[in-house]
């Protein structure tokens, strides 16, 4: 049982720099697609905001997966003993 609690802090661990660095790319995008520029076409807006927002939107679900494994964690005693120590 204690393989699992680590193996499910771990994957919640790993949710969250994978939603914080798509968040990062999609902040990047957005802002590539509010800075004026003449050389930008109408096809560039197009994939600059289709960018943004599906990096911004694999974000939300991954920052949801790990408040999920989080609530796992907190629901078990030997979770809990497992985040009081970390």
Known sequence: M?????S????MVDFKRFGIVLLVFGIFFYFGLI?????????DRDVLMIGSTSFMA?????FTLSKQ????LLKSEEGQD?????
């Not at 694999?58 to 991954?62: C, T």
């Not at 497992?82 to 970390?86: E, I, T």
């Open 58 to 62: 694999a974000s939300i679900l991954f």
């Open 2 to 6: 204690k393989q699992k609690v680590k």
């Open 8 to 11: 499910l802090y771990e994957r």
């Open 69 to 72: 494994c989080y609530l796992k």
């Open 35 to 43: 800075i004026p520029s003449d050389a930008k076409t109408e096809m």
């Open 82 to 86: 497992y985040l009081s120590k970390k």
